[in-house]
Nanobody
């Protein structure tokens, strides 16, 4: 199976920045899309950003202007640069990798924004 591993989470002050990384490995021939989701306690998992293999991107309204998703196709890696972080960004961030017809999820990385 495909392995998906996130890294880069941690504790930051409001207004600070973090860059999350997600590396996919295994039997991968063509990744259709990679995306970032987040889930806070008691809430449903929600989409933050998605990027297709061709480079097109979409963002949640809460992320626009602050977050940037990018990918390195040769390394099967996706990044999420998060700037101007707010306490409401606190959540576990998950990487989703679509290798049609299958979907793979990472274990998540905790992001905490607090003063």
């Amino acid at each position: 199976q495909v392995q998906v591993v996130e890294s880069g989470g941690g504790l930051v002050q409001p207004g600070g920045s973090l860059r999350l990384s997600c590396a996919a490995s295994g039997s991968i021939f063509n990744i259709n899309a990679m995306s970032w989701f987040r889930q806070a306690p008691g809430k449903e998992r929600e989409l933050v950003a998605v990027i297709a293999k061709g480079g097109s991107t979409n963002y949640a309204d809460s992320a626009k202007g602050r977050f940037t998703i990018s990918r390195d196709n040769a390394k099967n890696t996706v990044y999420l640069q998060m700037n101007s972080l707010k306490p409401e960004d606190t959540a576990v961030y998950y990487c989703k990798v679509v290798v049609a017809p299958d979907t793979y999820w990472g274990q998540g990385t905790q992001v905490t924004v607090s003063s």
